[in-house]
């Protein structure tokens, strides 16, 4: 069972930049951070995977990089130039699954508890 903590979300205003870290208890073949606005459903953001292959969505390209750090068990998302459309719950997962074609839910067994993000 791997076990997953979000941490850095908080309140900034638009153009400004936040970075969320997730400490893995493993790092899987597969990580991801996905977000969830409010009355929508759970999107993918931005995965990478063990061997640092990573993959965006397009709303995000640009202006968010994921990263893994292996000694940490960590994966960070720096975000810049937030905007408020980025207001969200942000959350960590791991898949199991080395062949993620794309970053949508059920891929990923794991889940974080949710880090906020909110952006004025």
């Known amino acids: 069972h791997v076990q997953l903590v979000e941490s850095g979300g908080g309140s900034v205003p638009a153009g400004g930049s936040l970075q969320l870290s997730c400490v893995s208890s493993?790092?899987?073949?597969?990580m991801a951070w996905f977000r969830q606005k409010p009355g929508q459903e759970r999107e993918g953001i931005a995965l990478?995977?063990?061997?640092?292959?990573?993959n965006y969505d397009d709303s995000v390209q640009e202006r968010f990089s994921i990263s893994l750090d292996y000694a940490k068990n960590t994966i960070f998302l720096q975000m810049n130039d937030l905007k408020p459309d980025d207001t969200a719950m942000y959350y960590c997962?791991?898949?199991?699954?080395?062949?993620?074609?794309?970053?949508?839910?059920?891929?990923?067994?794991?889940w974080g508890q949710g880090t906020q993000v909110t952006v004025s």
């Open positions: 997962a791991a898949s199991e699954s080395a062949w993620v074609p794309k970053i949508v839910a059920p891929f990923f067994n794991y």
């Open positions: 493993l790092i899987t073949a597969s």
């Open positions: 990478i995977t063990r061997h640092g292959s990573t």
